[in-house]
């Protein structure tokens, strides 16, 4: 047990901290300031947390998050007062909108400080509205006995809203008065002999916070045994326990004989060997109108939330459908707002054991069949392309990175071009390599620092990014002094944004370049030299693939790829529709 009697905040926050060490935290990330001084000695000296210290608050919130993304565990976060809080608030956007959980902490100053003009004040009380689980602001800590028992069964909800029936974010605003620093005070002297400490700790509960659900789906079974013309869409999804999700799917997939259309981002696709029925050339199969119309479902079971992609996007819009979405959040995740049923449950919580003769018998597999067979037909075209493509296209680092990547390495796959060439050209493949994303809200801030927590201890990871996405957050770098691990950053240079060489803008010649594409004209060694972080400039594709595996154990680097943003463009304009032709 580590309590701090010197004063009256250093043991009320020594109560929270040991408080969550024995709920099952790990992990904290500490920014720098004065306010959160009694919290951020609490944590650095408890012997069961490991802390990491960040300069920049922004940067902090989304290394934080991928560290939650990775253990799936909340992650504390601590700062001082004033803005410092409001630089967490793009990676709190993004936790509550992927389900991460975050647990934060924001000192403050006490009631009579606020709304007189006191340094470092502002409003606090609600900061991040709505896209928090849960908020409240502790009491100004206090010696009574039932004010340590209200913070300790305070500091419990806290962490279990984090986590059921949903993960999520959690913020705990924490006023203190001075004496902020250990400064030692007599009055609390006699209190750890007057109290029992040791009886006031029991009882805390450490381990799975999950509602155990067994989902009987038998309701449903009997419709979707009726309809031949039906498919399974695996949209985003972060989870806990890939070799399950895969089995689940799978075995719905075996059950229905429906063909699941797998976004790059869930793990499907990187289980390939158990997974007859995948697809992962929807996208591009959907740009033939004729297949597009052949191919037309009458049910539609979306698991997680929807695919990256317009094309599918649209033909399932265009469809006449009933519609199903299995998910445990309460939110609508039906963009299309088509007439959905919603089944609120975890696919990892689904009942898939059902008798086979219990249920009727489905002969018919011709739809599932035609579906198998434009998607091998255009498989081979894909590899055909990229096994004679020497030039350093953008479009092929996704398909090499399928390829090659050692195995069940986790990647993470930057929003814009990143996660869209993934979605075309991430191929099924055996390797069980982990996706990561930040596609709850879909910007490119953080994306540096929520690859670095991923990697953080973990293992040796990859980041897939574009040039825009690693300068918005280049700050992350200054993690590079308490990183551990190793990260992989695969740097798409275009010189600016190729997202919008796609898009009907790129017809405005008079203000595209400076107002949309944005080339910034850095020379990223030298920045990288500025960070002491390894550059090594890429040439050709046999160079990118004998750097990939294996991977380093510990450091980060980038490889560098310079591309034609132009010309990957007009290419990827050209290709997806021939690949799309019978």
């Not at 996208?283 to 297949?291: F, P, S, Y």
């Not at 200054?478 to 950053?489: A, D, E, P, R, Y």
Request: proline share 6%; net charge negative; hydrophobic share 40%.
């Amino acid at each position: 047990m580590q309590l701090d009697f010197r004063n009256i905040n250093t043991l009320w926050s020594s109560v929270i901290v040991e408080t969550l060490s024995r709920l099952g935290l790990t992990t904290a990330v500490i920014c720098p300031g004065s306010r959160s001084t009694p919290l951020t000695l609490a944590f650095a000296r408890h012997p069961h947390i490991e802390t990491i210290p960040i300069l920049d608050e922004r940067s902090a919130a989304f290394f934080a998050l991928g560290i939650a993304k990775r253990t799936h565990l909340p992650t504390a976060l601590i700062c001082t007062s004033g803005t410092a809080g409001a630089n967490f608030y793009p990676a709190v956007i993004e936790a509550k909108e992927s389900q991460v959980p975050l647990l934060i902490f924001t000192g403050d100053r006490p009631p009579e400080l606020r709304n007189c003009h006191a340094g470092q004040t502002i409003d606090q009380v609600k900061l991040y509205s709505n896209y928090c689980r849960w908020y409240t602001e502790l009491s100004l800590p206090s010696l009574d006995i039932k004010m340590l028992s209200y913070l300790r069964q305070t500091i419990i909800t806290a962490w279990d809203h984090t986590l059921v029936p949903y993960r999520g974010v959690v913020h705990l605003n924490c006023p203190f008065r001075e004496p902020l620093a250990p400064i030692v005070t007599p009055e609390i002297n006699t209190l750890s002999s007057t109290i029992n400490f040791d009886v006031f700790f029991t009882n805390i509960y450490q381990g799975d916070k999950k509602i155990l659900v067994k989902y009987d789906l038998s309701n449903y079974l009997e419709y979707w045994l009726s309809q031949s013309k039906g498919i399974i869409i695996a949209g985003v999804f972060n989870t806990n326990n890939p070799d399950l999700y895969c089995k689940q799917i799978f075995s719905l997939s075996k059950l229905l004989k429906y063909p699941i259309l797998a976004e790059a981002l869930c793990p499907l696709r990187n289980y390939a060997q158990d997974l007859p029925n995948l697809i992962n050339t929807y996208d591009i199969l959907l740009r033939n109108d004729k297949l597009a119309d052949e191919l037309r479902p009458d049910v539609v079971i979306q698991i997680g939330e929807f695919p990256t992609s317009k094309q599918l996007r649209g033909w399932v819009e265009d469809s006449k459908v009933e519609y199903f979405v299995i998910d445990n959040r309460p939110d609508n995740l039906n963009p299309l707002h088509n007439n959905t049923h919603y089944i609120r449950a975890n696919i990892h919580d689904l009942d898939m054991e059902y008798e086979p003769d219990k249920l009727a018998e489905k002969l018919d597999i011709s739809y599932l069949v035609r579906w198998k067979t434009d998607n091998d037909i255009i498989n081979q075209k894909i590899i055909a392309y990229f096994e004679s493509e020497e030039e350093l296209l953008e479009a092929k680092i996704s398909f090499i990175l399928s390829k090659k990547l050692p195995e069940k390495t986790p990647i993470f796959i930057a929003n814009s071009m990143p996660v869209r060439y993934a979605e075309f050209f991430w191929m099924p493949n055996e390797r069980q390599l982990m996706p990561y994303f930040n596609r709850g809200a879909n910007g490119i801030e953080g994306t540096l620092s929520t690859a670095l927590g991923i990697a953080y201890q973990g293992k040796s990871s990859v980041l897939l990014t574009g040039d825009l996405a690693l300068l918005h957050d280049t700050n992350g770098w200054l993690i590079n002094k308490h990183f551990q691990g190793h990260l992989t950053i695969i740097l798409i240079n275009n010189n600016g944004g190729g997202i919008f060489e796609i898009l009907p803008i790129a017809q405005e010649d008079s203000f595209f370049e400076e107002y949309f594409a944005t080339p910034q004209n850095v020379d990223f060694s030298q920045l990288c030299t500025t960070y002491n972080v390894e550059h090594i400039l890429i040439k050709n594709w046999t160079q990118l693939e004998q750097l990939l595996s294996p991977l380093p154990s510990t450091g980060i680097r980038v490889l560098e790829l310079k591309t034609d943003r132009k010309r990957d463009a007009l290419w990827l304009q050209n290709n997806l529709a021939k690949l799309s032709k019978n």
